[in-house]
């Protein structure tokens, strides 16, 4: 069974930081990409980041950092300079594709999301 368990997030003031992490396991975690996307009541999901087994990256939000610790088989984003634009729900997802993809209809496995709130 595939678990994508996230954590890190919370309350922060603009212009902190977080770091979220996904723990995944029940996957060969080396043969997924792994991508964040975060959503917002009423909107879609959307697209934030993703990376490669290899370490190459596509990254939406300059402010963030994706990294992934391929023995710990966890993904993190690092989320600087935060903003009250940025509160959302922050998703984990693992895509079987060799190519990252900001397409949230292609991605396998989701994890449970993780809240993240801005206050200004």
């Known amino acids: 069974q595939v678990q994508l368990v996230e954590s890190g997030g919370g309350l922060v003031q603009a212009g902190g930081s977080l770091r979220l992490s996904c723990a995944a396991s029940g996957l060969t975690f080396s043969s997924y990409i792994m991508g964040w996307f975060r959503q917002t009541p009423g909107k879609e999901r959307e697209f934030v980041a993703a990376?490669?087994?290899?370490g190459s990256y596509a990254n939406y939000v300059d402010r963030f950092t994706i990294s992934r610790d391929n023995a710990k088989n966890t993904v993190y984003l690092q989320m600087n300079n935060l903003k009250p634009e940025d509160t959302a729900v922050y998703y984990c997802?693992?895509?079987?594709?060799?190519?990252?993809?900001?397409?949230?209809?292609?991605?396998?496995?989701w994890g449970q999301g993780t809240q993240v709130t801005v206050s200004s």
């Open positions: 997802a693992a895509d079987r594709s060799s190519v990252p993809t900001i397409v949230k209809d292609l991605y396998d496995y």
């Open positions: 990376i490669t087994w290899s």
